[in-house]
């Protein structure tokens, strides 16, 4: 069974780690899309400095997708690893993977070609996959980004100043408007048997890939089921966002989408059912689980997310 899932950063590590339980009972060929807007910390210092394509993403979901053997888990550490030190040191803040990919693809010439060789090194059991081989810039219409103008409109830019901002989003959008598509990324949408959306931040994360025209066009058009994974807390970038909303900015951003699932967290959704009617405007079903860590970090379990993804996957057979 194909999926193809869609996301950046923790969130889409959450997911692909849940994935890779739920294909303990299932047999899945996991392929994941990642969002290439990361302008913060050591992916902004690469870009800035290298005009490289943001690693930070395409590393996280890399190492969710490592293999178990000892090698692989001790290189996917490696990976993992950041530098600390004094500030004037160049090397702090760096982790080590970003550079490896940096490196890969200066080599290569060519992302895709890198992160395949980068998935040898981990030994993936998946695809990793930019959403287009080029940088992007996300931006955002804020309202009340100025605590002390809370009327007003402005537009923020750059991926991490998005995420953090203290307004609400209104539009966010990609810079350049219209990218191209990573060619694979459009066949592995042709060929999936699910894509599948979720868990992550929404405007920084989740909704760019439904900014890239192709990519956008390919989702709609492709024959797979659709499956969304909600989050089980608010973020800056969507504050004062129900979990109705989330899915409501989702066909606001593809007018013609259309889901089968949403997977939502009995205690984040509380009454379910503005939630299951949004869910139902987009033709699809909630399926509620326990799926959030025990920890109180408003994170997902990925063993528990495993498990509920199990019979909903296992149900297109």
Not at 66 to 82: I, K, N, P, W
Not at 119 to 130: I, K
Not at 238 to 244: H, M
Request: charged share 20%; aromatic share 4%.
């Amino acid at each position: 069974m194909r999926i193809t899932a869609f996301g950046g950063g923790k969130g889409l590590s959450a997911g692909l780690r849940a994935l890779r339980r739920a294909a303990v009972d299932l047999d899945l060929e996991i392929t994941a899309v990642v969002t290439v807007g990361d302008d913060g910390g050591s992916s902004g210092r690469l870009r800035q400095h290298r005009e490289a394509l943001p690693p930070g993403d395409l590393r996280q979901a890399l190492a969710a997708l490592a293999g178990t053997d000892e090698v692989s888990a001790r290189t996917a550490e490696l990976f993992q690893h950041r530098y600390t030190g004094c500030d004037s040191d160049p090397l702090v803040g760096h982790a080590v993977g970003n550079l490896v990919l940096v490196g890969l693809m200066e080599l290569y010439g060519d992302p895709v070609c890198a992160l395949e060789h980068a998935g040898r090194m981990v030994n993936a059991v998946g695809r990793v996959l930019p959403m287009s081989t080029e940088p992007l810039a996300i931006e955002a219409d804020v309202r009340g980004a100025d605590p002390t103008r809370p009327a007003e409109v402005v537009t923020v830019r750059g991926q991490h100043n998005v995420a953090v901002t203290p307004g609400r989003v209104e539009q966010v959008r990609l810079t350049p408007p219209a990218p191209a598509a990573c060619a694979q990324a459009l066949a592995a949408v042709a060929t999936a048997d699910w894509l599948v959306f979720g868990p992550g931040s929404w405007y920084t994360s989740v909704i760019p890939h439904l900014l890239v025209p192709d990519l956008a066009a390919a989702i709609v058009a492709s024959p797979a089921r659709r499956l969304v994974t909600l989050n089980l807390a608010e973020e800056s970038e969507t504050l004062g966002l129900s979990l109705a909303d989330h899915l409501a900015a989702l066909r606001w951003y593809l007018p013609g989408l259309r889901l089968d699932d949403v997977i939502a967290d009995g205690k984040a959704v509380g009454d379910p059912e503005p939630v299951a009617r949004a869910a139902e405007s987009l033709g699809a079903r909630l399926v509620l689980a326990s799926v959030g860590a025990d920890d109180g970090s408003h994170r997902h379990d990925p063993v528990a997310l495993g498990a509920a993804l199990v019979p909903v996957l296992g149900s297109a057979r």
